[in-house]
């Protein structure tokens, strides 16, 4: 398969689960192990958590490539392409790259079905973690960065023995999947741990603290804290922090190439597991652990634009907006919102907690099946100085920079991964499929 073919498969496997499928490892691990299981051919760093899973995996893989580790980055979900799910020595995966990886995955899943060892073909997310792995041994990477795409237990990923891992703040979303309340969703993400395995945990509520530690104790791993910050840190003009941490004895200046101030929460985490890894045989000095200056995560509190300054941000559930909120007041911006949800997204809420900070708002919704309709958000955020709705992200954006230049105020895109892709299309004039 060349690259558009290779899309074309991938896509028609569908986005969603299919009906009489449930979630489970063995359709994945009979893929792999087709495949020549090649998740075992590189040692791997496993992060799950609700929010800021990908940032600390983004962080990790940054200092790792600075350590002289030939790296490898998997991440969930992608904004505009497939490729930006696979990083090799930091760059995402060329086409051709990806095309020959889902050529094997798809080649192997053929056999499988041929033989009636699988019932149907694996998931998208399965036959893409497959792929992934694939093309990682491939480009013979010696560490690789895995992000859970969702929950931990259950997810595709979760066939790793890696070599350490950490869990990120645990919040209330997917909940038709991962239960109801934050002690299910926290037992969810800690079926990542096993026997043997060290763990940084990001500060997490009493409820799924406690829920972690009674199954890190169950499983036989270590739960460790964050490294220790020194001191308090600094904000600059554009909302980075800096600030000093201690790193195997002595302290470390650092400033992480995110904005915002849980993004100092992320660095701390990240710190901690490069310490998981020096004493597991992989050492990380201290100069290269200060190389998460170097990381850039799309989608995160991202500038696309100026004149007005164009912000994108995927806060898709309530504690990615209550941490967007912070920046914002921190900063002291009040922007006009371009916000649009998933209809499965708890927008209400999320529209509670960003509608005092907004100037104005311009109603959308990407272009996903599940998307929100602007009408119906509109009821949600009818408070506001001024509401408007657009049919599409272009003309939202249009008109929030309008709104945005009378008023001397940043632009903010939100709400949905999907949009936050969109409008990085739009304004970077990056698309590549």
Do not use: C
Not at 186 to 215: F, M
Not at 302 to 320: C, F, Q, R
Request: glycine residues 10%.
């Amino acid at each position: 398969m060349d690259y558009a073919a290779s899309l074309e498969y991938l896509h028609a496997l569908g986005w969603e689960l299919r009906a009489g499928a449930k979630f489970e490892l063995r359709q994945v691990a009979a893929l792999l192990a087709e495949l020549g299981d090649p998740q075992r051919a590189f040692a791997a760093v496993h992060v799950a958590g609700t929010n800021g899973k990908g940032s600390v995996a983004a962080l990790l893989a940054a200092a790792l490539q600075a350590a002289g580790y030939r790296t490898g980055l998997y991440t969930s979900p992608h904004l505009q392409r497939p490729t930006e799910r696979i990083r090799i020595a930091g760059e995402e995966i060329a086409p051709a790259e990806f095309a020959a990886a889902m050529t094997a995955a798809a080649a192997a899943t053929e056999r499988l079905l041929a033989r009636g060892t699988l019932p149907h073909p694996p998931s998208f997310f399965e036959t893409l973690t497959a792929a992934g792995f694939w093309a990682l041994r491939a480009a013979a990477v010696q560490l690789a960065v895995v992000e859970v795409g969702m929950g931990g237990r259950l997810d595709a990923t979760n066939v790793l023995q890696p070599v350490a891992a950490a869990i990120t703040p645990v919040g209330l979303d997917h909940e038709k999947y991962l239960g109801a309340t934050l002690a299910a969703i926290a037992g969810e993400k800690a079926g990542i741990l096993k026997p043997g395995l060290a763990a940084v945990s990001s500060p997490q509520t009493p409820e799924a603290a406690a829920v972690l530690a009674a199954r890190a104790q169950a499983a036989g791993a270590r739960l460790l804290p964050p490294a220790e910050m020194l001191g308090a840190p600094v904000m600059d003009a554009e909302g980075r922090f800096e600030f000093r941490a201690r790193y195997r004895g002595e302290a470390i200046r650092l400033r992480p190439g995110l904005r915002g101030r849980h993004q100092v929460e992320n660095a701390l985490t990240a710190l901690r597991v490069l310490e998981v890894l020096s004493d597991r045989g992989w050492p990380v000095a201290a100069e290269a652990a200060a190389g998460f200056a170097d990381v850039a995560w799309p989608g995160r509190l991202e500038k696309l634009a100026a004149h007005p300054d164009v912000y994108v941000d995927g806060a898709h559930n309530p504690a990615a907006a209550r941490a967007l909120a912070a920046f914002l007041d921190e900063i002291g911006w009040r922007p006009v919102l371009v916000f649009g949800a998933m209809r499965d997204k708890a927008s209400g809420e999320i529209a509670e907690i960003l509608l005092p900070r907004a100037r104005a708002v311009v109603l959308t919704a990407p272009g996903h099946p599940r998307a929100l309709s602007p009408s119906a958000l509109a009821a949600q955020f009818g408070a506001a100085e001024q509401v408007e709705t657009a049919a599409d992200l272009p003309r939202a954006v249009a008109r929030a920079r309008e709104l945005a230049t009378a008023a001397a105020a940043p632009v903010l895109v939100t709400g949905s991964l999907y949009l936050v892709g969109e409008a990085r299309a739009l304004l970077a004039g990056d698309g590549r499929g």
